[in-house]
């Protein structure tokens, strides 16, 4: 993108960029209040504060914008897995994506739901997204979950069921809150009850998939060695 003289970026990138973030928060809401038939262009424009025909001209048309909103929830959940390679500890990556996730779904609860509902519907809008781009994001990260496991920091688990198993518990109490709050008798979630659910999920995961600290395999190796 060209720069100002000054160095900062223009003012027409700016406000580009200002209202397609109105619109996209927009019709979040909107989306996932009355899903994709019930909700309007009207009403997200109106949600956004701009002309219907602004939003038409950013996004293209109800359904790209549909799409673009759909994909930004899993770019934006999944981008703690983005840059990780075998060198990483598997212990933070895990811990800090469950923690990434829970608390993504927590402020953008609508975007959780709304990604719910569309693959409940079977995906109608999605699966080029899923059997494409999607796809080869999880099989890139599986790739690196094998290679932990062959330098013995973590079980041998299936690493894609393991990506499913994060995303379902993560996103569970925001699709279903509903549920939560009825069986714990809580009006709503606090931060804290947050806390403890993202703690419990960690250890979870993190023992069940018998993930270890490089610096304890060493230690151990080192133990061995000198036997």
Request: proline fraction near 4%; charge should be neutral; include cysteine.
């Amino acid at each position: 993108m060209a720069k100002a003289d000054n160095g900062s970026e223009p003012e027409g990138g700016a406000i580009r960029r200002r209202n397609e973030q109105a619109i996209l928060e927009a019709a979040e809401r909107v989306f996932a209040r009355h899903g994709y038939r019930g909700a309007s262009v009207q009403e997200i424009a109106e949600q956004a504060g701009l002309p219907k025909s602004n939003v038409l001209y950013y996004m293209g048309s109800k359904r790209k914008l549909y799409v673009r909103l759909l994909e930004r929830v899993m770019e934006r959940w999944n981008a703690m897995l983005d840059d990780i390679s075998a060198d990483d500890d598997p212990a933070e990556v895990l811990s800090a994506f469950i923690r990434s996730k829970m608390w993504m779904s927590r402020r953008h609860p609508e975007g959780s739901r709304l990604f719910a509902s569309e693959i409940i519907g079977g995906a109608p809008f999605l699966q080029e997204y899923l059997s494409g781009e999607l796809r080869n994001w999880v099989h890139s990260r599986a790739t690196v979950f094998r290679q932990w496991a062959e330098r013995g920091l973590m079980d041998p688990v299936d690493p894609v069921w393991l990506i499913f198993l994060i995303w379902s518990s993560t996103q569970h109490y925001a699709d279903f809150e509903a549920q939560v709050r009825g069986i714990t008798g809580r009006k709503a979630l606090s931060d804290e009850d947050i806390e403890r659910i993202t703690e419990f999920l960690t250890r979870v995961v993190i023992k069940g998939c018998g993930v270890k600290h490089p610096a304890d395999l060493a230690a151990g190796e080192a133990s061995l060695t000198e036997r």
